[in-house]
Structures are given as C-alpha cells and as structure tokens.
C-alpha cells in the first residue's frame, strides 16, 4: 500500500492479493471457519483519493477504469457508493472511534475486480483507514488501524501489514513473512464470479488438515518446483462445483510451463506462478490467445 499527499488531499494505491495457501479447519461460535492462509500482495492496484468536506457523512464517487485486462465490464461490476460500501464505513467508523466531526469526500478508481477473491473491496477499506488517520492527523498506530479494519472484514487488517503474512482465525491475526523473494505471476479473472458465503457453505472442512510452513519453507529456500507442489487452496473443489469453467481454466493453466497454479481465495480468479516477468507476459499471450480476456501479469509487492 502506498500513500502520499495530494494538494489539500491523500492518495492510497491499494493492492489486491493471492492466496498461495488456503487451508479451512472447522466452524467457529461466531459463525466464520477457522482458516490458515498465505497471503501475498500484488501490484494490481485501486486508487483511492480522499480529502476533507465540512462535515459527515462520507460521500463516495467510484469510476471503473479498464486496462489490459479485456473487455470492460467482464469482472468489472459497478460498485456501490452508499453507505454499505467498504471505502464508506471504514471512514465512518474511524469518524465515530476518533470523535471526529468532519467528513470526508472519496474517489476511488477501480481496477481490481470484483467477486474474484483478490481482497479488493478489503484493500480498499484498509486504504481509507490509512487516508484518514494521516488527512486528520490522528495519530492511530498500525496495530490501533488493524483493530479498527477486524470491524469491516476477516480480510482487512492483512492490508494493512505490508507485505506476504499468514492470516490465522477467520484472517484477522496477521503475522508477517520475510525472506519469500519476489514472484511473478500471470493471472485470469473468469466472466463469471462467487459469493464467499457460497463458497464456504459448500466446502468440507479438512479432516487432515495441511500446513502452511513447507510451502514457507520452500518459498524461502528458492525451490519453485516444490513451492508449486505444495501451493494448496481447500476453497477450490468447492468453487469447481459452483462454477463449472474454473475446470477448463485449470486445464488450461496446466498446459502451461508453470511452477505451480490454483485459485485465489474463494475464486473465481486464478494465476500461475511463472519464472520471470517474461515468462508471465509469454503465459499471458496464450491465455488471451485462448479467449480468456481478463488477463494481468502481476508480481509481489510490499
């Protein structure tokens, strides 16, 4: 996530995400599963631009901008700018924590898509967090945000922590991971997206359940072989039945020169880890080649 000043305003670039590792233990008290996840950020941005109004509440103004990424409107939904959009309640509930009584006035430019398990809409709402406490200097810590970002989504306060973490719970404990290197990717957003709550309701929950550390451990030491062998994502059978193209994706993915590939989150969106920038951008052509048109090459970021 990046931040800086803009005239009388602030500028956030919001990353989306991939999950490399998803593993689904069983049902909470509360009603969410317990999960184990690596989650890596990409440089797939939104942009969200944020400056001072007179008073509350937030008033929010989205555009869709479309890039490489194939025909607009394929995965690029129109997003709610009431008061249920992420980016909205995040300023309202750093307004209600911190007593202030100004508002606020947000753009907020989207290119991640939606429904496509790329944390877009939870980015986001971490990137108003961010705005905020440095547009109306309240000095909140990172540790006092990610409180904050636990009241918007299980996926929220893993934005704000600045690189590649595994996400525990139902992904609010957020514990960093160094030393993964950098990665490319290539990744596809299908025409057709999921509901998480759908997802989840149709998944079983592991009876043996996989650790995330031998994928750390072969992150670390370079082996992309047995990284990809050991990329896993529990949410995926569950997906594949929900939406019978993520089948031919994969198979389309498995004719590729990759180290390893799957879905990201609760889908519908996949990507494949590739070599080098090259080969990410070579993969990419095959895959459009193939009239898959929501298409990006991508790779880690901080």
Known sequence: MHIRRLGLGVVVQAPAKLNLFFEVFGKRDDGYHEIETL???????????????PIGPARLRCRRVFGAGGPEGRGLTNVAEGADNLVVRAIELARRRSGVEQGAEALLIKRIPAAAGLGGGSSDA???LVAVNVLWRLGRSREQLAQWAEELGSDVPFFLAGGPAVCRGRGERVTLVGGLGNMNFVLVRPP???ATAAVYAACRAAERPRSVNELIEALINGDGKLSGRRMFNRLQPAAEKLSPGLNRLERAFKQLDLAGHGMSGSGTSYFGVCRNARHARRCAGRLRAKRWDVVFTVRSCR
Request: aromatic letters at 10%; one cysteine or more; charged letters at 20%.
């Open 192 to 194: 057709d997206g999921l």
């Open 39 to 53: 989650m890596c950020p990409i440089n797939l941005y939104d942009t969200l631009y944020v400056r001072d109004a």
């Open 126 to 128: 971490a990137a108003a």
